[in-house]
């Protein structure tokens, strides 16, 4: 290849690695997140139910 082609493929290649990086690291932190986190239906459970009231 020409070096003009070449630094256009190595440019390629780096986007390509930083793009797979980014996925892995996002899914990463996602899955870190919901297992550290509580969960919607567990936080709700533990709240106390709201008492209504009429104001007059």
């Given at each position: 290849?020409?070096?003009?082609?070449?630094?256009?493929?190595?440019?390629?290649?780096?986007?390509?690695?930083?793009?797979?990086?980014?996925?892995?690291?996002?899914?990463?932190?996602?899955?870190?997140?919901?297992?550290?986190?509580p969960?919607?239906?567990?936080?709700?459970?533990e709240?106390?139910?709201?008492?209504?009231?009429?104001?007059?």
């Amino acid at each position: 290849m020409r070096p003009n082609h070449q630094e256009f493929a190595d440019g390629v290649k780096l986007a390509a690695i930083a793009a797979v990086s980014a996925v892995l690291t996002a899914t990463v932190v996602i899955g870190a997140g919901r297992t550290l986190m509580p969960q919607a239906e567990a936080v709700a459970a533990e709240q106390p139910a709201l008492t209504r009231i009429a104001l007059r």
